[in-house]
């Protein structure tokens, strides 16, 4: 939920509380109260689904970008250009890496704020030790498993391979398989 | 859940989660000399063995260094309170004998400033003994409150000049010669009011000049440090300082400098700090071995930065990658300090980084080219040390056995833990020292790193709240010495009377260049080992080390090679030099 749209439930609120309703002499909550409650509360639902929406279209938009300079990496070797197979191989490994921690550091300082706030989107999973905190989708077991292949593919970047991209970009497909691509 | 934000320490923040949970569920809340080679004679006899092993004596009090560095408030309501400050070894006076520079910072007593701390320069007289000259050098801080200290010339003028971060505006003290010196930060371009942590003075660009790297920590006035109360619970017995998380985190920042003047330069060199990590230390350094310096900063709570060099001064941040932003569970640590140095011996640089209490320390094995494995429970240094929190640090060699051992100062931010000293020990903390065995002298079960702490001597046996850490020799006797600062009290200086090996101390020097030829690496090979260090400014927790490279050589007498290899790629070889001396190795003119 927008923060003008909190601000405006809020302040609804407030004047109703301000208002003649809530001077009723009886002892239920005042049916406006419910009702406003009642919204309040699926734009915070809806907000936490938001949430994981949005974190799984930056995964995937960030897959896509990974799988795409695994493409250009493989191009190049297969051109002979070492110098655009390692540009893209370097793309690729901070791609996987951005997948391991759920984007990027802008989206890291958000995740901060977030947090910051009080903001578990995962709580269950941060006690249960699966999750780190903050972490909506990537659990730490993918999280390990992409940051090994982030390194995997930043070190063969210095002398490119054609066996060694694919060996390593087929276990970033089987982390995202068996971790992501069916997150909802 | 407040239990779960508002605290330094991650496990603890995992713990709280986790009872917060379960509270709901069950509904509770001698040397051959030739030009351009200077041999110094040993001002001591040479290092004798002590009859056993390490053995440090604090001289802090004896050899003059007393003036108490001031910390807040006595129940550190605020972060500030408990941050401390670092220190420095430094030559101002290029006199050859290592000067001391003290940072300090205020006395609170609730929301009253009642002392601003003086800043101390101590002079090291001919006997060790140390002078206070910071009045007549015109050095005492400014009335900030102060946070780190960076010795290193960066207007080029062939004399050593100091950087004081500050929570405020920090101080740039130009030296002026004659022992006298100027602020001229503002005139500088880098007073950047806020929270400057430590900095890092470096040519990113190969110009020549120093640019400079500010790590910042929190975004908060002194108001909000003034009217702080504790109301973080910790572990449900006790309030303690809130912070760093519920904070907001403040922006690091760079610095081009352009002939003496800085131009902050932050996004333009690539280095936006975008998730506005909590910056506590700095280091720069060669990490990826392609002659241009790198930049590595620890974050509080957050995954730390490696910003790799790109060339000509532009950078990429690479710490996830290069699998050193997180330790090897891929988790974020509250970090708090550096140290840098090949602790394995397999001529790469290592990258130690101190932690939070009641967790690993870091020790990053350097694989090559800029990539890093965490291989902390295999060497012992995460487990030797995961009860105390750790600040300043340096990989260095104390016993002089040719390879690099690892001093770590720490100290609790919370006095409230010693009501309950058995659950995690006390506020003051004993500093750690952390033995190399010897990559190849393991034997079976064995870690690369024991704790020698409790047979250190009394330097080590007393407990205190260490913060910033530096190490030089000071006596000039061949043997590394620690200088620390400590809250609430004066420095120690733990002088080095272990038994040791041989020795050899580089002093790279560019006639007509910079006093502190920050970037120069050496290269010593002795004995069939060799080893490197590399000269920098801003290092540990806030701190500077002896800008002279010390290297510990067992019991080779001879130096079979000595190579330097200058800023600007230049390179100066000499062989067959004497060990026991301090070398001062000239760079040809060109």
Known sequence: MTTWKTAAVAGLTLLLAGSGLAQSRSAATPPEMVATYDALADAILGGIKAERKLVLAILATTYGHAQAEAGRARAALKAGDAAAAKTAIENLATAVGQIATEGDNAVAGVRKRLLEGGHHANSEGEAQGTFDEGFVIVNKVAKKAFLESSQALAMSAKAPKAETLDAEWKKVEAAWTQHIAGAK | MEESRGCLDPAHRRRQVALALLLAVVGGGGCRARPPIVCYPPLLPPAQPSPQGFHFVDVAAERGLTRAILSGRPDKDHVLDSAGAGIAFLDYDSDGRLDVYVVNGWRLDGARVTERGRNALYHQRADHTFEDVTDAAGVGGEGEWGAGVTAADFDNDGATDILVTNFGRNVLYRNLGHGRFENVAARAGVEAPGWNAAASFFDADGDGWL??????????????????????????????????????????????????????????????????????????????????????????????????????????????????????????????????????????????????????????????????????????????????????????????????????????????????????????????????????????????????????????????????????????????????????????????????????????AIPGGPAVPVGTRVTVKAAGKVQRRDVAAGDSYASTHDPRLHFGLGSAETVDEVVVDWPDRTRTVRTDVAARQRLVVRKAPQ
Not at chain 2, 310 to 338: H, K, P, W, Y
Not at chain 2, 419 to 439: C, F, M, V
Not at chain 2, 474 to 483: A, E, Q, S, T, V
Not at chain 2, 491 to 504: C, E, F, I, K, Y
Request: glycine share 14%.
């Open chain 2, 211 to 508: 640019d400079l790297y500010l790590a910042r920590y929190i975004d908060c006035t002194l108001d909000d440090v003034l009217k702080a109360e504790r109301t973080l619970p910790w572990r449900g017995l006790e309030k303690v300082a809130f912070g760093p998380f519920g904070l907001k985190g403040a922006p690091d920042y760079f610095f081009r400098n352009d002939h003496g003047r800085f131009v902050e330069a932050t996004n333009e060199a690539g280095m936006k700090d975008l998730a506005l990590g909590f910056g506590f230390a700095v280091r720069a350094a060669d990490f990826d071995d392609d002659g241009d310096t790198d930049v590595y900063v620890a974050n509080d709570s957050d995954p730390n930065y490696l910003y790799r060099n790109d060339g000509g001064g532009r950078f990429t941040e690479v710490g996830v990658m290069s699998l050193c932003a997180l330790d090897g569970n891929g988790a974020a640590q509250a970090s708090m300090g550096i140290a840098t140095g090949d602790a394995d011996g397999d001529g790469i640089t290592d990258l130690y980084v101190s932690n939070f209490s009641e967790d690993n320390k870091t020790l990053y094995k350097g694989l090559g080219g800029g990539f890093f494995s965490d291989v902390s429970r295999e060497t012992g240094v995460g487990p030797l040390v995961y009860r105390a929190l750790s600040w300043g640090a340096a990989l260095a060699d104390f016993d002089n056995d040719a390879d690099l051992d690892l001093v770590i100062a720490n100290g609790h931010i919370y006095p409230q833990i010693d009501r309950h000293p058995e659950i995690i020990g006390t506020y003051r903390q004993q500093a750690s020292l952390l033995e190399n065995r010897g990559a190849g002298a393991l034997g079976p079960g064995e870690t690369l790193f024991r704790d020698a702490t409790g047979s250190a001597g009394p330097g080590f046996a007393a407990p205190r709240s260490h913060r910033g850490l530096a190490v030089g020799d000071f006596d000039d006797d061949g043997r590394l010495d620690i200088l620390m600062s400590v809250l609430d009290g004066p420095p120690v200086l733990l002088q080095n009377r272990s038994a040791a090996g041989s020795w050899l101390t580089v002093v790279p």
